[in-house]
């Protein structure tokens, strides 16, 4: 199984993040569990993440490291024999 996190790849916080919203620079919790998309890597192993809304629009876009996401997948992988 890879665990390599790829632009566009929808993953879920492991851990409770502090940041800013987007728009009214508002203190908020991003917690564990909350899920977003990958819209750019920043570095080896650091992602910029993007949560939006159900109706798609941005509450928040940080980076955040690799080791505080996991990949949601919506299909399983062929096991090798």
Same mark, same amino acid.
């Given at each position: 199984?890879?665990?390599? %996190?790829? @632009? ?8 409770? %993040? *502090?940041?800013?919203?987007? $728009? ?17 890597? @920043? /570095? ?7 949560? /939006? ?11 955040? /490291?690799?080791?505080? @996401? ?5 299909? *399983? $992988?062929?096991? /090798?024999?």
């Amino acid at each position: 199984m890879s665990d390599e %996190i790829r @632009l566009h790849d929808v993953v879920v916080l492991t851990g409770d %993040i *502090p940041t800013r919203h987007f $728009e009214s620079g508002r203190p908020i919790t991003l917690r564990r569990g909350q899920v977003g998309t990958v819209v750019m890597t @920043l /570095a080896p192993r650091v992602f910029e993440v993007e949560f /939006a809304d159900k109706e798609g629009r941005p509450y928040a876009m940080l980076p955040v /490291a690799a080791d505080k @996401l996991i990949v949601l997948r919506d299909e *399983p $992988e062929v096991a /090798a024999a």
